[in-house]
């Protein structure tokens, strides 16, 4: 994958946290009723943010897990994220299997309550990502 593509990647991470956001801080009735959208909008940062993650250790030269939790803390030895943020994106990244229905039930209230911190954690992964890749090629402006 060609850096200009993880960029593309990257800049339509940023388009969906830019379209996470307004739902992250809302009432939970309100989450509720947008929960398709929000769960669909965490799905693909988790995705993203992993597609990303694994470019970037593979331009370091480095093995790039299939796990995302492993990608995160991979990122973390090679010191191109804080042990601290490797933690939150394993978190964050899992957000997605509390609502799997293979799981046997929809985990809906932890989902919701840790919204907040895992919205957090792809923001600071998006802008670690942004500064570890430098300006996007062509002069293009991120979404974000």
Do not use: N, W
Not at 14 to 22: A, I
Not at 26 to 34: D, L
Not at 83 to 110: D, I, N, R, V
């Amino acid at each position: 994958m060609s850096l200009e593509i993880v960029h593309a990647r990257l800049s339509f991470l940023e388009q969906v946290l830019q379209d996470l956001k307004p739902h992250v801080d809302e009432a939970r009735s309100e989450q509720e009723k947008a929960h398709y959208e929000i769960e669909r909008q965490v799905q693909l940062a988790v995705d993203l943010s992993s597609v990303i993650g694994r470019r970037i250790l593979t331009v370091e030269g480095k093995p790039a897990p299939e796990a995302s939790r492993d990608v995160f803390k991979a990122l973390c030895r090679s010191g191109v994220i804080s042990e601290e943020l490797a933690e939150s994106m394993g978190k964050a990244s899992g957000l997605g299997t509390l609502l799997a229905p293979e799981q046997g039930e929809l985990h809906y209230a932890l989902f919701f309550r840790g919204l907040p911190d895992g919205y957090r954690a792809f923001v600071e992964f998006a802008e670690s990502a942004r500064r570890f890749l430098g300006p996007i090629p062509g002069g293009q402006k991120g979404t974000g």
